[in-house]
């Protein structure tokens, strides 16, 4: 080795030892993600060949081994502050219960034990931070990032994927594939690039006051530049005092601003730069959300308008949509989803826990699986579907979905039945249930239609394949002269209404061929209100479809006051 080449390695050794000592000596120079947590044991049993021990993986992505002090993990509410460590350069260390050393120890060499260890089976927040309280990882786990179903009976670890995108959520982690169930203190099984070329978006936006908004990415960011503002754009009588990142998953941005905002206005807000995912990507501009104040939930200012009992080839990816009714700006945060029972839901949910602002006459998707609803439907606008675990299994047949605020005061609320459905589907799975009309009640059988067939069956986020904007001009009338009942979202059904000026009459419709026959008693002496709606989908009462050719709907009406019956036709017409 000649002269030069031999003080250069020598210069490269002294600075590699500097680095070193510098991180062992002074670990408040660690920056996020420099540490990171690699590999989650949450349920060991039943135990694969790994002893029946819950564990949590750290690694050092640095090129230099670290000392750490007063560091300390979060896993749920409770806090634990760690021993101090050694971590080698991109090295392990294995946090276990102390009860469950000896067990560990001859798997791995660097190990650390606390008095006592407990993760949640089904999933929940870890997170590492420094001797500042300074979060340098956070990873919100849950038993559904195991893609195989076998996994998440137990016995197998979550593991990264990606060590060099450690803040990428969900898409990083999945089951250890080795026999053993997984790798403490050992490279992990499943270690991978994994692709992300998608800048990060905001999600929604929420008030924390009228002085601060939250705005909410997608994914965790971070900023190039943590003094900048000016990357934020918002109306000009709003000035921003300052920024901040909000830990300990970092998703989302606070502003601070130095006014209030004005109720009963709108505003709108972009992002344009200085904010990145852990790929590098660029957010370079955002778009205008608009937000506001928002109002108080009240009853009927949000409607359901479209749901799905039963999910294609029971993928468990059950959806729920809400349309905002109201003139007002209404925050999801205040909205809890029930279902079952009479009078209260057995079962109720947060709907949005960070919060969403939904806009006037606007749409809203709580899905079980928000993947699943995109392959399997057309999305207009993949920012109206939100990912909803908590969201309750819809049974099939029959069952009551409530729509309530925090105290439980029912802002809308429906019993449904299979029978809702468009009666010649041959199956229900994958087919939503929609609403026709927003003015009439929720309650109303005659309200709902099976999604057509010609918009995949699902329209979740968007207009509905079936509404009803039917103008009627007399008190008793039909939305169409003609129908055609092929589930194609034209004409697959005819809207009956009638009007009385009191409660109290007796109603009874029936459907006529053209030789005079009945071939479908709708109704039968049924107690009706003032406002009536009815739906004929061209069955007969064996609910064959009938042939083409013109039917008389006759509507016959009588009440106590008086023995008559009243008596009106219409025509209608059935064609393929």
């Known amino acids: ?50 002893p029946n021990v819950e564990y949590i993986e750290l690694y050092n992505r640095l090129p230099s081994k670290c000392i750490l002090r007063g560091w300390k993990i979060k896993i749920g509410n409770t806090l634990k502050t760690l021993p101090e460590f050694t971590i080698d350069s991109m090295g392990f260390v294995v946090v276990v219960a102390s009860k469950n050393y000896e067990q560990v120890k001859p798997l791995c060499g660097n190990i650390i034990s606390l008095s006592s260890l407990s993760i949640a089976d089904a999933g929940q927040s870890i997170t590492l931070l ?34 060099g995108k450690p803040n990428a959520g969900k898409a990083n982690w999945d089951s250890s594939v080795d026999k053993k169930g997984g790798t403490p203190g050992k490279t992990n099984s499943i270690t991978n690039f994994i692709i992300d070329d998608a800048p990060p978006d905001i999600e929604a936006v929420t008030m924390l006051d009228s002085s601060v908004l939250r705005v909410h990415f997608n994914e965790s960011i971070s900023l190039q530049n943590p003094e900048d503002i000016s990357f934020v754009k918002v109306n000009q009588d709003l000035k921003i005092r300052n920024i901040s990142e909000v830990p300990p998953d970092f998703t989302s941005i606070d502003l601070f601003f130095a006014n209030n905002m004005q109720k009963d206005k709108l505003y709108a807000i972009s992002v344009q730069g200085n904010v990145y995912d852990c790929a590098g990507n660029f957010l370079i501009n955002s778009g205008e959300r608009t937000f506001g104040i928002p109002s108080e939930l009240k009853p009927n200012h949000l409607l359901i308008n479209e749901f799905l009992t039963s999910s294609f080839d029971g993928s468990d990816a059950d959806y729920l949509e809400i349309f905002n009714n109201s003139n007002e700006i209404i925050d999801l945060r205040d909205l809890k989803i029930g279902y079952g029972g009479d009078i ?23 899905s079980k699986n928000r993947e699943i609803t995109f392959q399997h439907y057309f999305c207009k606008d993949e920012k109206t ?37 468009y009666s010649k589907l041959l199956k229900t799975n ?55 009942p092929n589930n194609d979202g034209f004409d697959d059904f005819l809207e009956i209404y009638c009007e009385f000026y009191d409660e109290g009459e007796r109603l009874t419709i029936n459907i006529f061929n053209e030789d005079g026959f009945i071939v479908k008693h709708l109704l039968n002496n049924v107690f009706c209100g003032k406002t009536n709606y009815f739906i004929w989908d061209g069955t007969d009462d064996n609910n064959n479809l009938l042939p083409p050719s013109f039917y008389i709907i006759q509507l016959e009406s009588w009440n106590l006051a008086s023995s008559k019956v009243n008596r009106k036709r219409k025509v209608v017409a059935i064609y393929r």
């Open 130 to 163: 420094n001797e500042y309280d300074e979060v340098i990882h956070n990873v919100s786990f849950k038993m559904s990032w195991h893609s195989e179903e076998i996994k998440r009976e137990g016995g197998w670890s979550l593991e990264m994927i990606d060590i």
């Open 385 to 421: 579907i939100v990912q909803c675990d908590s969201l309750p299994n819809f049974a099939i047949s029959e069952g009551t979905i409530f729509l309530s605020d925090n105290s439980l005061r029912i802002i809308d609320k429906l019993h449904y039945e299979e029978s809702m459905h």
């Open 1 to 50: 080795m000649n002269k030069n080449l031999k003080i250069l390695f020598l210069i490269f050794v002294l600075g590699m030892v500097y680095i070193s000592t510098l991180y062992s000596q002074t670990p408040s120079l660690l920056k996020r993600y420099d540490v990171v947590v690699s590999e989650i044991m949450a349920k060991p049993t039943p135990t694969i060949e790994l």
């Open 344 to 366: 209260l839901p057995k079962k109720s949910i947060v709907a949005v826990s960070k919060g969403m602002q939904m806009m006037p006459k606007s749409y809203v998707v709580f």
């Open 430 to 484: 994958g087919v939503a249930l929609e609403r026709l009309s927003f003015d009439r009640p929720t309650q109303s059988v005659d309200n709902w239609f099976s999604a057509a067939e010609t918009a995949g069956y699902g329209t979740p986020g968007y207009e509905n394949s079936h509404s009803s904007n039917s103008v009627f001009l007399a008190k008793f009338d039909i939305s169409n002269e003609v129908i055609s």
